[in-house]
T-cell receptor
Framework: DAKTTQPTSMDCAEGRAANLPCNHS???????VYWYRQIHSQGPQYIIH?????ETNEMASLIITEDRKSSTLILPHATLRDTAVYYC???????????WGAGTKLIIKP | DVKVTQSSRYLVKRTGEKVFLECVQD?????MFWYRQDPGLGLRLIYF???????EKGDIPEGYSVSREKKERFSLILESASTNQTSMYLC????????????FGQGTRLTVV
């Protein structure tokens, strides 16, 4: 599976959009981009995933560049409860495993 | 909502004890996973199972075994607990097939003294 690179930490003001970048320059054609988050002392929570097209659900939007070498997770109106570590993972469909990096610690400030 | 339930939130055991960590999921998922999470090392896969009585080693299986006698239940066993197995243990499940997200339990923080 391709490796991902994320900033170690980011801040965002409450109510603003939080944009979390992820680089996956060695991604292959059949690898999906997944995003999870982990709030302190809880298990990871699935957010969204995509292959080529941009995706949106009730939690977030995922923007994948045309060359698929990077993506951005957007939380449109961040709240204090969005403070968490956000993980970007690329995964081959046929592979059961998710390879976890260190993630981005997002802190939402009042 | 999918629910993945781990039997204990916190556990303290002595070195050499046999430890059982239980995980139950209620969505009839094919696949179940055990991870451990340590500061600076992220989540590492210990074992996974893609069917009843089937298991596969992950990245760090040494010192652990697993059991899946029923589809909804996946147990992690520490045969003889050691202090370096002090960690957060996370169970997850997902459906078989394509494009399926994993659902995680709340985790068990195990301390071996």
């Amino acid at each position: 599976d391709a490796k991902t690179t994320q900033p170690t930490s980011m801040d965002c003001a409450e109510g603003r959009a939080a944009n979390l970048p992820c680089n996956h320059s060695t991604i292959s054609g059949n690898e999906y981009v997944y995003w999870y988050r982990q709030i302190h002392s809880q298990g990871p929570q699935y957010i969204i995933h995509g292959l080529k097209n941009n995706e949106t659900n009730e939690m977030a939007s995922l923007i994948i560049t045309e060359d698929r070498k990077s993506s951005t997770l957007i939380l449109p109106h961040a709240t204090l409860r969005d403070t968490a570590v956000y993980y970007c993972i690329v995964r081959v469909e046929s592979n059961y495993q998710l390879i976890w990096g260190a993630g981005t610690k997002l802190i939402i400030k009042p | 909502d999918v629910k993945v339930t781990q039997s204990s939130r916190y556990l303290v055991k002595r070195t050499g004890e046999k430890v059982f960590l239980e995980c139950v999921q209620d969505m009839d998922h094919e696949n179940m996973f055990w991870y451990r999470q340590d500061p600076g090392l992220g989540l590492r896969l210990i074992y996974f199972s893609y069917d009843v009585k089937m298991k596969e080693k992950g990245d760090i299986p040494e010192g652990y075994s697993v059991s899946r006698e029923k589809k909804e239940r996946f147990s992690l066993i520490l045969e003889s607990a050691s202090t370096n197995q002090t960690s957060m243990y996370l169970c997850a499940s997902n459906e078989g097939g394509q494009r399926t997200e994993a659902f995680f339990g709340q985790g068990t923080r195990l301390t071996v003294v």
